[in-house]
C-alpha cells in the first residue's frame, strides 16, 4: 500500500503563493510519476502537473503554466507544487497522485492514477 498526505493549503490574496507539499511512505511502485489535481466544487477533478519520481520531465496543465512549479525531493519522498501569482479561479481541494510510469496510461487523467491522498483546501481571495 502506498499513503499520500498533502500539506500547505491555506486562505492566499490573490497574487499570492502557497507551497503544498505530498508525503509519499510504504510500498511506492519502483518507478512512478506523481501528479497533482484539484477540484473546485460542482466541476470535475483535474489535472494541475506531474512529475517522474526521479524529478523529471515535468508536465503542467495550460491554466497554471509559468506560475506552477511541481519538484521533488527524493531524500524525504515529497513532491512539492510551489504555487505563485495565485488567482481566485485556482480555488479548489489539491489532491497528490501516483501511478506507474511505465503503465502506458496519460498523465493528466486522474483514471489512470492508482494511489490518492486526502487533499488540501486552496482558497485563493480576490
Known amino acids: 500500500q502506498v499513503q499520500l498526505v498533502e500539506s500547505g493549503g491555506g486562505l492566499v490574496q490573490a497574487g499570492g503563493s502557497l507551497r503544498l507539499s505530498c508525503a509519499a511512505s510504504g510500498r511506492t511502485p519502483s518507478s512512478y510519476v506523481t501528479g497533482w489535481f484539484r477540484q473546485a466544487p460542482g466541476k470535475e477533478r483535474e489535472f494541475v502537473a506531474a512529475i517522474t519520481w526521479s524529478g523529471r520531465m515535468p508536465y503542467y496543465a495550460d491554466s497554471v503554466k509559468g506560475r506552477f512549479t511541481i519538484s521533488t525531493d527524493n531524500a524525504e519522498n515529497t513532491v512539492y507544487l510551489q504555487m505563485n501569482s495565485l488567482k481566485p479561479e485556482d480555488t479548489a481541494v489539491y489532491y497528490c497522485?501516483?501511478?506507474?510510469?511505465?503503465?502506458?496510461?496519460?498523465?493528466?487523467?486522474?483514471?489512470?492514477?492508482?494511489?490518492w491522498g486526502q487533499g488540501t483546501q486552496v482558497t485563493v481571495s480576490s
Open positions: 497522485a501516483i501511478k506507474g510510469l511505465f503503465d502506458g496510461s496519460t498523465w493528466s487523467l486522474p483514471s489512470a492514477y492508482n494511489y
